[in-house]
């Protein structure tokens, strides 16, 4: 069996035989906000299931393509729907693909999500940059053997989201009149939907809102070096007194819902970054 370094090279080495560029960010587009990769121009689209060693997406609204092109005049590589640690994956299969992009060239990961709100400042529809995490999957992508060329045994976590990024988002959405809220983002495996009592733990602990992706790439993407920049979309609200019965279809809905605006901030954001 090849070890994970192999396997980077030969998943990377196909991709390349693909394309003509070397992209320099990296998108990965959460449920409901697939569509961006559209946008791509001149673009290279590779179904997941035929690129060697990755795995396939299984949840609706994550469409299961690695797109390369162009996008607002710089060359990107656009997960379209990403792996998720309840789908049955291992953690190294799911941030896999953040191997393959740094293999290729990126430098920049913006990572995105479709979250619930539990900061009551938040509503359907937010958007949040989010500013830290709080990983509460119960696992860590970094668990094993460490390989040196891919990074350190023990990265450091306490500016896992980069900051000058975060100036930026805030500056284009400003100047796009997109109104954008800053927070902690608390990742859960799922797959349910937390109970009551987990919810307000997760408040207390400092938690703005909650999701069951996100972490591990942002883990992964800070082992290997990259720059980060992480945006959810608030589709429901999971406040422990106030909480009704959610569904996925729900949260794909109000993030197709959100999608324009979304997209229109991350287009302005990859249109002003300099790497």
């Known amino acids: 069996m090849k ?60 469409e299961g393509k690695l797109v390369i092109g162009e996008l607002e005049g710089k060359e990107v590589v656009a997960m379209q729907g990403r792996f998720h640690y309840y789908e049955g994956y291992s953690m190294e299969d799911i941030t896999f693909p953040v191997r393959v992009m740094k293999k290729l060239g990126v430098e920049l990961i913006l990572v995105t999500n479709a979250c619930g709100g539990m900061n009551k ?11 830290d995490h709080i990983n509460f999957t119960g696992d860590n992508p970094l668990i094993g053997s460490n390989y040196e060329e891919l990074g350190p ?18 500056k284009v959405s400003e100047k796009l009149e997109i109104k954008t809220e800053k927070g902690v983002y608390a990742a859960i495996s799922g797959p349910n939907y937390l109970s009551r009592a987990e919810l ?49 279809e729900q949260v794909v809905e109000v993030a197709n819902k959100t999608r324009p605006k979304f997209i229109k901030l991350v287009k ?8």
Do not use: W
């Not at 070096?225 to 608030?234: A, F, P, T, W």
């Open 3 to 62: 070890n994970l370094l192999e396997r980077i090279n030969d998943s990377s080495n196909y991709i390349k035989k693909k394309i003509d560029i070397q992209p320099k960010i990296g998108l990965i587009l959460g449920s409901g906000l697939g569509t961006l990769a559209n946008e791509v121009k001149n673009k290279t689209s590779i179904n997941y299931e035929d690129i060697p060693n990755f795995s396939v997406s299984t949840v609706k609204g994550h």
């Open 268 to 275: 302005g954001i990859i249109n002003e970054v300099t790497l």
């Open 200 to 248: 307000k733990m997760l408040r207390k602990v400092g938690g703005d809102t909650v999701g069951m992706s996100t972490v591990p790439e942002v883990i992964v993407a800070n082992h290997s070096g990259l720059k980060v920049l992480g945006i959810s979309c608030v589709t429901d609200m999971a406040i422990a007194e106030e909480i009704e019965s959610i569904s996925h």
């Open 153 to 170: 045994r023990f990265p450091d976590m306490s500016r896992a989201y980069d900051k000058e990024m975060i100036e930026l988002a805030e």
């Open 121 to 131: 400042e938040l509503y359907p529809g937010a958007l949040m940059i989010i500013e």
